[in-house]
């Protein structure tokens, strides 16, 4: 099992790191969703999302997540053969959570490719995005 850190990681590049672990085999939890950054200029990605989720419809979908972590699991599905059985079985390893939670405290995380740095780039963290569509994270941090 390998857990990553989602902490400064660009959304996209972290997908496709996740989604080229699961085929492979691994199971793979990723923590801090919540602090993953997507590129961009800040307006134009938060209405991106914003129009995504309001694309959907109640009964008839397509159904667009809110929080944080279901984002990033629905970023790597999108990089899975998903419509096929070995594709949701390879969508069933990868698991998302907000924060750290408690079974993950000693577990050693690994971290992704490097082209991550954030220092000349425009982003906004997934966080901010989630809470533009319109997630209002508990108290508690999950």
């Known amino acids: 099992m390998k857990t990553v850190n989602a902490e400064d990681k660009v ?76 594709g949701r079985e390879m969508h069933s390893r990868v698991k998302t959570y907000l924060g750290v939670p408690s079974e993950f405290d000693e577990v050693e995380e690994v971290d992704v490719k490097e082209g991550d740095e954030l220092q000349n780039r425009n982003y906004v963290k997934l966080g901010e995005v989630s809470r533009h569509i319109g997630w209002t994270p508990r108290g508690d941090g999950n």
């Open 11 to 86: 959304l996209g590049r972290l997908a496709s790191s996740i989604a080229r672990s699961v085929k492979d085999g691994e199971e793979v939890r990723v923590v801090n969703s919540e602090k993953a950054v997507v590129s961009g200029d800040e307006a134009e990605v938060k209405d991106e999302y914003k129009t995504r989720f309001d694309r959907g419809r109640r009964d008839t979908g397509p159904y667009y997540p809110k929080r944080p972590d279901k984002i990033l699991k629905r970023t790597v599905r999108g990089m899975l053969p998903d419509h096929e059985k070995r």
